[in-house]
T-cell receptor
């Protein structure tokens, strides 16, 4: 099955700096790569996603890049703010409608004011 | 914006008791899922459900677990005889289609087995 590795497990940045979280996956047929933000005790909330036919996608301060050849994708948050502090999960979905979404282990991001 | 809704938000149960967690997926969605998250750990897939049957399940989803769509709107997860290690947040999710479609999560049901 799909194996998703996420790094780093924790990340502290100063407010205003950028944060980068990276994930690798194993199944080259996987075609959908969402990122979720989870605040304490809350549900995972989709913040950005990318499909395999696109190399980069940006939404305001958040961007995701995908390298299909290397089987890795990254989340970039620029101009970080304290409210960006949360656990971020990458996930990978395979090509079949039956394939479950497989999550990485999460990155706890702390933005220090 | 439509949401996946779950009940109860929190349940405490004695070990060995049966528990039913309920979910109402987004109305036009066809794929339904249960995930769980043990405190401080990653979100883990349990089961997916499509066209009134299980389409895939993980090794976590053993004979103690079952899912059902008893009517046109509810999607339930039953744990027959709860164990301490079943204590976790259980998230229901749904998507309009399967592959490549955004999966929306409910707020979760926090299950504590004592």
């Amino acid at each position: 099955g799909e194996n998703v590795e996420q790094h780093p497990s924790t990340l502290s940045v100063q407010e205003g700096d950028s944060a980068v979280i990276k994930c690798t996956y194993s199944d080259s047929a996987s075609n959908y790569f969402p990122w979720y933000k989870q605040e304490l005790g809350k549900r995972p909330q989709l913040i950005i996603d990318i499909r395999s036919n696109v190399g980069e996608k940006k939404d305001q301060r958040i961007a995701v890049t995908l390298n299909k050849t290397a089987k890795h994708f990254s989340l970039h948050i620029t101009e970080t703010q304290p409210e960006d502090s949360a656990v971020y999960f990458c996930a990978v979905l395979g090509p079949s409608g039956n394939t479950p979404l497989v999550f990485g282990k999460g990155t706890r991001l702390s933005v220090i004011a | 914006e439509p949401e996946v809704t779950q009940t109860p938000s929190h349940q405490v149960t004695q070990m060995g008791q049966e528990v039913i967690l309920r979910c109402v997926p987004i109305s036009n969605h066809l794929y339904f899922y249960w995930y769980r998250q043990i405190l401080g750990q990653k979100v883990e897939f349990l089961v997916s459900f499509y066209n009134n049957e299980i389409s895939e399940k993980s090794e976590i989803f053993d004979d103690q677990f079952s899912v059902e769509r008893p009517d046109g709107s509810n999607f339930t997860l039953k744990i027959r005889s709860t164990k301490l290690e079943d204590s976790a947040m259980y998230f229901c999710a749904s998507s309009e289609q399967g592959s490549g479609n955004t999966i929306y999560f409910g707020e979760g049901s926090w299950l504590t087995v004592v």
